[in-house]
């Protein structure tokens, strides 16, 4: 039996005569992590949290000593730093997720030589700019490192662009749709991400970069309804919903076929979010406040109950 739970092994402990000595074997073998996964977590975790301290401690260095150092200092350090980890991440004998590792670092260096570079000279650039110099500076070690957290980074710098671009230049853009622009963006990134993972070559996909997607996703939609519907443009918000609900439609069709209580999760609230604004904007003050209220407790106390049950049926196999 692949893939065997921590729960799976308890409810057989439960409905049988297995010693104790032969359920502790079940668990060391089945569930608890050996040594060699210990061994590469902490590896990784070390790696990481070093090369995150060492960029904080070169941010710090530069706001502590701004004014006492010279513009080619200040370029050199940071153009230094980055020639120095970039050589790093294409040294043969690190790992190779030590090397992606320490690429994701270096695309973290550029952004801090623009904001450098922007701060000595007074650019004057829009906030815009800076984050689209970075999305476009770094998209080639993206795609050559293939690593999960740096696509993740990408994607934000990617958003953080549009949403700056959106509040410096274009504010007359209709705020619902362009909510809904982001959504399917996000969403665009997630079915690409779902599509590899099913492919004839799959590629693992992690949960958490899923689950950050469809989040993003789902909130920028319920966000672009919400807007649509307290400021009654009824034409955009009908484009909105119908895209909303064809995508909660696979959602919803995807949670229940994997037993993907999240999905499931996020969609169910954002449907509850919807549904209270509506009746905030229908109803008047004192009663809206009341029964939103009680719709609230009510939608929320039979999700968490549908979600349990989902989560049940997919450890045992048949609902408590």
């Known amino acids: 039996m692949e893939n065997i739970q921590r729960e799976d092994i308890h409810l057989v402990a439960k409905h049988s005569n297995l010693s104790a000595n032969a359920i502790y074997a079940a668990l060391r073998d089945q569930v608890y992590p050996k040594a060699h996964a210990w061994h590469d977590f902490l590896r990784l975790f070390l790696l990481i949290f070093g090369v995150g301290f060492s960029l904080l401690g070169i941010v710090f260095f530069f706001a502590y000593n701004w004014a006492d150092l010279p513009k080619f200092t200040k370029l050199g350090l940071v153009e230094g730093l980055l020639i120095l980890l970039t050589g790093a991440a294409l040294y043969p004998r690190f790992s190779p997720q030590t090397r992606k590792i320490v690429l994701s670092g270096s695309a973290l260096i550029v952004g801090l030589l623009f904001a450098v570079f922007g701060q000595i000279y007074q650019t004057g650039a ?48 209709s705020p619902v749709l362009f909510n809904m622009a982001l959504a399917l963006i996000n969403a665009a990134a997630l079915c690409i991400g779902i599509g590899l993972s099913k492919s004839k070559t799959p590629r693992r996909i992690p949960t958490y970069f899923s689950n950050i997607l469809s989040l993003a996703s789902v909130s920028f939609a319920t966000l672009g309804i919400v807007i649509g519907i307290f400021d009654h443009d009824f034409t955009e918000l009908a484009i909105a919903a119908s895209f909303t609900a064809l995508g909660y439609t696979f959602a919803l069709r995807h949670a229940w076929k994997q037993g993907n209580g999240f999905y499931l999760a996020i969609v169910s609230f954002s449907l509850i979010i919807i549904a209270s604004a509506i009746l905030l904007d229908i109803l008047e003050q004192l009663t809206s406040i009341l029964l939103v209220s009680g719709f609230l407790i009510g939608s929320v106390t039979y999700v968490v109950h549908l979600l349990i049950h989902l989560q049940k049926t997919k450890t045992h196999g048949t609902p408590a």
């Open 126 to 173: 829009n906030a815009y700019d800076f984050f689209l110099a970075w999305t476009v500076f770094i998209s080639i070690w993206v795609l050559i490192a293939n690593f999960t957290p740096l696509w993740l980074f990408f994607l934000l710098l990617i958003n953080s662009t549009l949403i700056l671009y959106q509040q410096q230049v274009a504010a007359d853009w």
